[in-house]
Every structure is written in structure tokens, then in C-alpha cells.
């Protein structure tokens, strides 16, 4: 299976540099990756492998056959039938492995990275320790979801493999059945190992607007605003006053108007945000194959990126299953630890019935809020509500989640889909009459399509 | 679409505490979705002739057939001769009807099922599959037993037997290299057993327990041979995770 995927870097790199397998080697390892395909198929193994040494397929095969020529022999009377027995007996009895058989027998796996972007390769080497001699390992590989295999090379001391996740969250990355047969080949023997688990970063979403709110903090930033300040924006001129800076004159009007006048510089802030995660479900889009919960996430950590990029403080607030918030703050390891705290929303269990009231604390006084929602859920306009009613200014991005599927003859699904947009236009409509600004990101275009109305004007929040 | 600025890390690679560092540079460029097949086996390599002359002249494309090929003659060989001619056997049995389905079996049963025996076959038929080339051996000699084979035959059908059984461990699917002095000791075996059993001896009452105490003293051989010399002191649950 080395190389696996014609073109995928970890398969072509190692090509270059080691010599070529030979083909009983390629033909060992395409053997592993089909019985690994099938284990994947199969799904996560519940039940552990036998402990102990079993007899292999060769043994069953040369014991079947030398029984069944000794009591054939017995039963007929025919002496000529026990030389049908000796050749397997004598095969059995020299393969045995004897003394040279390891009684210590113990894996040990290692996972670089523990922690990478989505779509890049993480590298698992399984290690074999024993004390005797062993026959050529075969390994069984059962991914966990969201994996895929893109090598699997088996060595004399272990097994190599070369993994790729495709969405974000904390992957398990499976199991491993490992077949260790003795040097003769007659038993062998299973060992399981646990891959263990790797923290996946979803690949942020290109953006980098950043509108902001009406009121801004009294904290020095780089978003102007309409007041005058010591920013480095000239908004006006005004008459001299006494004490100021001769530097700040405005030579042109000072000199028509015969009066010293001075340069009125604008204000600038930083901004707070907060981005609000609906995770109340996840849906798959069997047009496109993407999911609601992946594309929320990138396009979030994509504006994260930008306020960050600019010095702005932004928080979390993720609702769904297990209410999540990290307070807002800046800086470059805010990043990290707002994908960190959401790597798992994926094994929340989905939460019925009415959502907790959002904690003060994870709001701060006129922080943007930004509202990441496939819409799709009555729930999330009561939340969306809730910041309302805080005050805080609040635009919502609205996530795709794909039409359902619907027979093209069928009148009763082409009302149906007529209902469900119409539900979704009435939530869009709910929304846009409170004043809330509803957006639409669209999966692999760049955020700041839908952002960028927002600039026209600053967002207003609602009085308290 | 890419942003000028660069990602938000200069953290080492991997450090438990640290941050992934290989992400894309400028952010996630606008590209259309990418859909891959989870666990995706490896593409087969091609067995079969490619076109052209290079085709015709490449060994390792041919490997593979005649691998099988030799399996399946040798297998259907051994079948044949094992079900014979004569008085008793199966070819007298069913006719030339039972020699077809003999044939046609073992061509189907001497080679091992494609990418090796299903781990854990639940179904009858997958069991069938799965165990096959163990049922070819074990009937050619349940076959071989119902006739009183000649001398020449029955040295055939034990050759063959020899054969087919040092092939499959050698081109099965798990490969396994047979040395040479187990393959010599094998047939040296069989043909040491063969003429005597054939020796114009009288065979009395006795001859039948003596024949079990034989086989018994064998069995007795071979399974203190298979006993593992050393007593294994570890933990069954040895195997570790990270």
C-alpha cells in the first residue's frame, strides 16, 4: 500500500529516497490495507483478540490433512494412506518454532503530531518488543470516523502509518490489530493497540473584514471611530487653542482663513466580538458532502483570525449540546484555545428541550456578537433573542446546510420543500425585523463576501 | 484570496503543549469541497498483460497467473489422481460426471481466496471460501482411500499432495519460505512409508492396534514437537496504547 494514493505527499516522499519494495513486500502490504479496508468497513472492533498463541491457517491445513489420512488409513485398512500422513506430520514437526518462540510480546505506538490542521498527514509507528522470533507482522487497521489511510508500510520491527483526517474535532484514530506469527509460521498471535487520539484544527475560512459595532471600548485600537481622539486620521480642522502642538496645524486653512487652525484627528479603538456556535445539530449536505458543524466552525475561526489579526479581544460562546464559552481576550494563543474548547462538541449528546440562558459573563457590554446558525433549529432564535435583549450588537452568518432530497414527480415533496423554505424564510424574516442583520457564508468562498454589506454602516445594538 | 499576513504560530511541530504548525500559510483558500474515500485500499497493481509488447515481455505481470496456474494444475492433478480409475473409486462411482465436478472443484478450490481468508467468515459459503484450500488436500485423500490404488498411483497422489501443499505455503497469500530440508524430509518421509506399506507382509489381527499405537507414538511426536519449550510469564494484556 506504499504508495497508497498516487500524488499524496507522505506516499511519494519516502519513494524517492528508499529503494523500491519488491513485489512480495507490495503484495504483503496491499493485502493489509484490503483487510484494513475491511475493518474500517466493519467499524471499531468490540470484542478483544484471543490472549494466547492459536494455531494458524498452515497448521489447521497440514493437521487436517494428516488426521484425515491417519483414521482414513484406520478405517480402511489401507497401510499406503499413513504415507499421505507422514509428509504433513513431518512439515508440522519441523516448523515448529520451539524455544525461538517469544514469550514477551508488547506494542508501543508514537503519534507525531499530537496535534495538526485538517487535511495534513500524522504519522503512527507501532513497535513490536518481544524476546524470540517473529514471522512478518500483519496488521489490521480499524480508523476511527473522519480518518483515512493513505499508507500503511510493514516492517521488520513494526508497522508505519500515515494518516489523514479530513474535518476538525478529536480524533480517535483507531485500533490496531497487529498478527504476530512465530518464525515457523505454525501459531500466532494478536496484539491490539490503540492508536489513540490526535486534536485536528479546522483550516480557517479566508477573512479579513472586521465590522464593528456603534460603541467601541475605551481601549486603544485600530478601528476609527467618529469621536476625536489621537488616532492618525484627520476628520476635521478646528480654531487653535492654546497649548496645543504646533505640529497639529493645518498650514492651507491657517493660512485662508488668518487664524491658526488645528488638525482634529479621529479616535481609534479595539474592538470586542464574541462568536456564537450553533451546534445544536450537524448536518450533512449530500450534494456537496460538506457538514453544517465543519463550515461553522472555518468560517468562525476565519473571523476569529481576522479581530485577532487587528488586536481585537473575541470570545466564544458555543450552544448546542454542553453549554462551552471562553471569555473574550487577544493575542495569538486566543486562537488555539477557542478551537481547543469546541474540538469536542462533536461527542456532546444532543441536548432536548430548552437551552440554558446564556452566562453574563460570556458577553461583555457591547461586544459584536457574531451567530454562526444553519437555521435550521427554533431553539437558536430564542438565544439569538437572549443577546438581544442584552443590548449587544448582533449579525448573524447563516450556514448552508443543502436542500433535502426530493423525488422530481413527487407532489407531496415538492410541497414539502416548499414548507421548508418557507420556514426559513419566515426564521430570516424574524430576524431581519428585529433589526439583526442575517448574512450567508458560502462554503469555500471567502467570508468577506458576506461580510462586507456590514461595512456600510456600524451594527446597532438593540436599547437596553 | 490568500491573506498577506501570515498564521498566528511559531510554535514547535508535535510538542504536547505546543500548536500545529504545518497549516496553510494565508488562511483557507476558496476551493471546492474535497470528498475522500475513507480507508481507501491500495489501487491493486495489474495482474493482467498491458497493451503493447512491454506488456508481453513483463514478468512481474505474469507472475501472478502463473502462480495461479501452477496452484491450480497441481491442485486439479492431485484431485484427478486421487479420485482415479478402477474398481471403487470415484471415477467408477460417478462416472465421467463425477470427474468433471472433481476437476471443476479443485479448480475453484486450489487457490486461496483473493486477498486471503476473511478474518472471520460467519456464513457457510464464506466459511467454504475461506477454508478451501484445506478442503482440497483433505478430500483428495478421503478420495484416494475409497480405491486400492497401484503402486504408481498411489506414489502420484502422494507426490502430488507433497507438491501442492510446499506450493501453497510458498505462493499463498502469506508467503511463507519453505526451506529446503523440510521439504526433503516431507517426501523423504512419504516415500520411506510407501513401500513398506506395500511390502508383501501378512497382515494379522494385530496389525490394525499396532497401526494406532504407531500413530499414536506420531501424534505424541508431533505435538511435543509443536509444545512451546518455555512457559510465557507475561500479562495476556500486554499490548500497550500510547
Redesign the interface.
Known amino acids: 500500500m506504499n504508495p497508497a494514493r498516487p500524488g499524496s505527499p507522505a506516499s511519494a516522499a519516502p519513494a524517492a529516497a528508499a529503494p523500491a519494495p519488491d513485489r512480495a513486500t507490495l503484495r504483503a502490504q496491499a493485502l493489509a490495507a484490503a483487510r484494513s479496508a475491511r475493518a474500517h468497513a466493519a467499524g471499531l472492533p468490540d470484542s478483544p483478540p484471543p490472549p494466547h498463541w492459536r494455531a494458524g491457517e498452515q497448521t489447521l491445513r497440514l493437521l487436517t490433512v494428516a488426521t484425515a489420512a491417519a483414521l482414513a488409513a484406520l478405517a480402511t485398512g489401507h497401510a499406503w494412506l499413513l504415507a499421505l500422513a507422514a509428509a504433513p506430520a513431518v512439515l508440522l514437526a519441523l516448523a515448529a518454532p520451539g524455544r525461538s518462540r517469544p514469550t514477551r510480546l508488547s506494542t508501543e505506538s508514537t503519534t507525531r503530531p499530537a496535534r495538526c490542521f485538517e487535511g495534513e498527514p500524522v504519522t503512527v509507528r507501532v513497535a513490536v518488543h518481544h524476546d524470540g522470533r517473529i514471522g512478518a507482522l500483519e496488521p489490521v487497521v480499524a480508523l476511527g470516523p473522519g480518518l483515512s489511510l493513505d499508507a500503511l508500510t510493514v516492517t521488520a520491527t513494526g508497522v508505519d502509518l500515515v494518516l489523514r483526517a479530513d474535518s476538525w474535532g478529536r480524533r480517535h484514530l483507531g485500533v490496531l490489530d497487529l498478527d504476530v506469527p512465530d518464525a515457523g509460521g505454525l501459531t500466532r498471535r494478536t496484539l491490539r493497540t490503540d492508536l489513540g487520539t490526535v486534536d485536528v484544527f479546522p483550516v480557517p475560512g479566508a477573512a479579513h473584514l472586521t465590522p464593528i459595532p456603534v460603541r467601541l471600548p475605551e481601549r486603544i485600537g485600530e478601528h476609527t471611530t467618529a469621536h476625536e481622539g489621537a488616532g492618525v486620521e484627520v476628520v476635521g480642522v478646528r480654531p487653535h487653542v492654546p497649548g496645543e502642538r504646533q505640529r497639529r496645524i493645518h498650514w492651507p486653512s491657517t493660512t485662508r482663513r488668518d487664524a491658526v487652525q488645528i488638525n482634529q484627528f479621529a479616535a481609534e479603538r479595539a474592538a470586542d466580538a464574541v462568536v456564537l456556535l450553533d451546534t445544536l445539530a450537524d448536518f450533512h449536505d449530500a450534494t456537496t458532502g460538506l457538514r453544517s458543524l465543519d463550515e461553522t466552525l472555518r468560517a468562525a475561526t476565519g473571523l476569529t483570525r481576522a479581530y485577532l489579526r487587528r488586536h481585537d479581544r473575541i470570545g466564544l460562546v458555543a450552544v448546542g449540546g454542553q453549554l462551552r464559552r471562553l471569555t473574550a481576550a487577544g493575542g495569538d494563543r486566543q486562537f488555539y484555545r477557542m478551537v481547543e474548547s469546541v474540538l469536542e462538541v462533536r461527542q456532546d449528546r444532543p441536548r432536548h428541550g430548552t437551552l440554558p440562558p446564556l452566562p453574563l459573563a460570556a458577553l461583555p457590554a457591547h461586544a459584536l456578537v457574531y451567530a454562526f446558525t444553519p437555521l435550521a433549529d427554533q431553539r437558536i432564535l430564542d438565544v439569538l433573542g437572549q443577546v438581544r435583549e442584552r443590548g449587544n450588537p448582533l449579525v448573524v452568518v447563516e450556514i448552508p446546510v443543502g436542500e433535502p432530497a426530493t423525488h422530481p414527480d413527487d407532489e407531496t415533496d415538492a410541497l414539502a420543500l416548499r414548507l421548508w423554505h418557507a420556514e426559513r424564510e419566515a426564521m430570516r424574516a424574524t430576524l431581519r425585523g428585529r433589526g439583526i442583520p442575517v448574512v450567508r457564508h458560502t462554503p469555500g468562498r471567502t467570508l468577506d463576501l458576506a461580510l462586507a454589506p456590514l461595512l456600510r454602516r456600524r451594527i446597532t445594538g438593540a436599547a437596553r | ?3 498577506p ?1 501570515s ?3 511559531g510554535r514547535p ?4 503543549g ?3 504548525t ?3 500559510a ?20 495489474r495482474t493482467g498483460p498491458s497493451t503493447g509488447w512491454s506488456g508481453w515481455t513483463d514478468r ?1 505481470a505474469w ?1 501472478p497467473r502463473l502462480e495461479s496456474a501452477a496452484l491450480r494444475g497441481t491442485g486439479t492433478a492431485l484431485a484427478l489422481a486421487a479420485a482415479g480409475t478402477g474398481e471403487g473409486t470415484l471415477t467408477a462411482r460417478f462416472g465421467p460426471i463425477g470427474v468433471a465436478a472433481v476437476a471443476v472443484g479443485a479448480l475453484w478450490a486450489a487457490v486461496p481466496a483473493p ?5 472471520h467468515p460467519v456464513t457457510w459459503p464464506a466459511r467454504l471460501t475461506a477454508t478451501r ?2 478442503l482440497l ?2 478430500a483428495a ?2 478420495f ?2 475409497l480405491g ?2 497401484p503402486l504408481w498411483r ?1 506414489l502420484a ?2 507426490v502430488l ?2 507438491g501442492y ?1 510446499l506450493l ?2 510458498t505462493l ?5 519460505t519453505v ?1 529446503p ?2 521439504a526433503v ?3 523423504g ?6 513401500p ?3 511390502a508383501p507382509t501378512a ?1 494379522g489381527e494385530w496389525s ?1 492396534p499396532l ?2 499405537l504407531g ?1 499414536a507414538a ?2 505424541c ?2 505435538a511435543a ?2 509444545r ?7 500479562d ?7
Open positions: 484570496m490568500n491573506e499576513t498564521r498566528p504560530t511541530t508535535g510538542r504536547p505546543g500548536r500545529p504545518h497549516g496553510p494565508g488562511g483557507r483558500a476558496p476551493k471546492p469541497p474535497v470528498r475522500r474515500t475513507v480507508a481507501a485500499p491500495a489501487p491493486r497493481p512481474a507472475a486477498e486471503g481468508a476473511a478474518a484450500t484445506t488436500p483433505t485423500v478421503l484416494a482411500a486400492e490404488p498411489a497422489v502422494t499432495l507433497i501443499l501453497l505455503d499463498g497469500p502469506r508467503r511463507r526451506r530440508f523440510a524430509a516431507a517426501a518421509a512419504a516415500l520411506l512409508v510407501l513398506v506399506a506395500f497382515a490394525r497401526a494406532l500413530l506420531a501424534a511426536g508431533v514437537a509443536l512451546p519449550d518455555r512457559t510465557p510469564d507475561q495476556p494484556d500486554t499490548p500497550t496504547g500510547p
